[in-house]
């Protein structure tokens, strides 16, 4: 069984949410895109275990942030900033939004595996 390592997802989600900001602006939506990838990657060469633990670690930054932003836009429908909502995350429905969660959270999986070989690269053999 995978333990938690609920400050390294912490870490990653902050991670996350500074690089998306950054490179959102210097590159548009992939810049968002690349700036999420790597901080999941950054988490599972973080976690220094196993690819099921990076994978693992990985896919809950993905929910927990796709939770979070879905949350957060909301929020700003609810209170009639709707137009800044969708230049956000152009998301408009409940079952769009589950499918986007669904998909942050398998890019997320794919990235802390990645990070996880990288960092099992890094290791020299026993």
């Known amino acids: 069984m995978v333990e938690i390592k609920w ?9 996350s949410l500074i690089l998306w900001l950054i490179l959102r602006e210097v590159a548009g939506d ?10 999941t990657i950054v988490v599972g060469y973080r ?5 099921k633990s990076g994978a693992i670690h990985g896919a809950l930054v993905g ?35 589950i499918i986007v969660i669904i998909l942050y959270a398998t890019v997320g999986a794919i990235g802390g595996t990645i990070g996880s ?4 690269f890094r290791q020299p053999p026993a």
């Open 7 to 15: 400050t390294t997802v912490k870490r990653g989600l902050l991670l």
């Open 63 to 97: 929910m927990v942030g796709g939770i979070i932003g879905g949350s957060i836009i909301l929020i700003l429908y609810l209170i009639g900033l709707g137009d800044i909502a969708k230049q956000l995350w152009p998301v408009t429905g409940v079952i769009e939004a």
């Open 30 to 39: 992939i810049g968002g895109v690349i700036g999420f990838v790597v901080a």
């Open 47 to 51: 976690v220094d275990e196993d690819y």
């Open 117 to 120: 070989a990288i960092e099992k």
